[in-house]
């Protein structure tokens, strides 16, 4: 019987992906009882088929923590992140902001800043100054603030977002003499708001000059108070109250702040009234630096006392505060309390930051346990990505 030559092939070719998936199962049977850096990212950058390349490797990354590894964003993964990019319809522009981000990440990693701002217009005009303020955090996280888009470059956005933007990620790092020469440099403005005002008196806080973290929240009580007596508009008004609230916390008057919240107005039933839409963000900026000053416990209180529909997003927010300083009980504690009917993706990142977690104590093989229990192949190997960055080379 004659067996043609493209049939050998074939059948070899086959032969070969049975025995390679066979050897892939042992190797990851072991590496599950046994992980190391190297096997745990064997398994997350390959699949039955051998090594991932293209979008199926950068659809990998995209969720992992890459923006502190950029050196795992190759050449062909940020060529590949254009393409997908700009050949994403209209009607996806979540899509194309998941493939900026990389692209962005790894054209700053390699110098090539300009074609990071370049890629900006390409997504849709809600998601314009959101992908310009990831630029510029990525920026100031580099040092590299000669090439934010003020310094002889075309003004991309209001050149106020791009300062604001620049004084908050530089007081976030403690950083403040650069911070204050940002809002010496602004030219929107004669002073710097009250958001920013408090970034400042919080950078000030974690340095642990309270004197001067006092002067900038007096200074932040000012301006707000200035701005009261002319508003007429709520959502203006619930903007103002949160800041009052938020001065009042950062001051330590965590009891009075509690009882300002609940003394807002209600809730609305539309969640995109600007009134709800300052609201939410009112909160978010009020956990946000009650973590930034050590301080998750009131900062926790508050989330779980958020509007129903952002709440499980803002606990979310503790959590992963909660992550990266090794609080696993907190984080089991949340997980068990949202309970099963919280939203998959939220319930997801609870147990991808408890995974985390859990390795970073030195527990990885509990840790992989858990990752496995995610069914999405790609998000599973998302995770055990990360989980391979707690172990050494």
């Excluded at 040092?143 to 977002?161: E, N």
């Excluded at 300052?278 to 301080?295: C, H, M, S, T, V």
Aim: hydrophobic letters at 45%; aromatic letters at 6%.
């Amino acid at each position: 019987m004659k067996v043609s030559r493209n049939r050998l092939w074939a059948v070899a070719v086959i032969g070969c992906w049975v025995a390679w998936g066979s050897t892939a199962r042992a190797d990851w049977a072991s590496c599950r009882n046994h992980p190391t850096r190297t096997c745990l990212l064997d398994e997350a950058l390959h699949d039955d088929q051998g090594q991932l390349v293209g979008k199926a490797r950068l659809d990998v990354l995209v969720l992992t923590s890459y923006r502190n590894h950029p050196e795992y964003l190759t050449a062909p993964d940020i060529e590949e992140a254009k393409r997908q990019l700009t050949s994403q319809p209209a009607l996806q522009p979540a899509s194309r902001w998941q493939y900026f981000l990389p692209a962005a990440a790894g054209l700053i990693a390699t110098d090539r800043v300009q074609e990071a701002l370049d890629l900006i217009p390409v997504l849709d005009d809600g998601w314009r100054n959101i992908a310009l303020t990831e630029v510029i955090r990525a920026l100031v996280k580099a040092d590299r603030l000669d090439d934010i888009p003020v310094f002889g470059r075309p003004m991309l956005a209001d050149p106020r977002h791009i300062f604001k933007t620049a004084v908050r990620t530089l007081a976030e790092q403690g950083k403040i003499e650069q911070a204050l020469a940002f809002t010496v440099l602004d030219p929107a403005v004669g002073a710097p708001d009250a958001d920013m005002l408090e970034w400042l008196g919080v950078a000030y806080a974690r340095r642990g000059d309270h004197k001067m973290a006092s002067r900038f929240y007096d200074k932040a009580q000012s301006f707000v108070e200035q701005r009261a007596a002319s508003v007429v508009q709520d959502d203006t008004a619930m903007e103002l109250r949160f800041d009052r609230i938020v001065l009042r916390a950062l001051r330590g008057d965590i009891d009075g702040a509690k009882a300002a919240l609940k003394e807002l107005p209600a809730v609305s039933d539309k969640p995109t009234n600007w009134v709800e839409i300052n609201r939410n963000a009112g909160f978010q900026k009020l956990i946000a630096l009650l973590l930034q000053l050590d301080n998750p416990s009131a900062a926790a209180d508050i989330a779980w006392s958020t509007p129903e529909r952002s709440r499980p997003y803002n606990i979310l927010l503790v959590a992963l505060w909660d992550v990266d300083h090794g609080r696993l009980a907190e984080i089991r504690e949340i997980l068990s309390s949202l309970g099963d009917a919280t939203d998959p993706k939220i319930r997801e990142g609870l147990l991808r930051g408890l995974a985390i977690a859990t390795a970073k104590s030195g527990d990885v093989t509990t840790a992989v346990a858990m990752a496995e229990q995610i069914s999405d192949p790609v998000r599973r190997r998302a995770i055990i990505f990360d989980l391979a960055q707690s172990l050494p080379p």
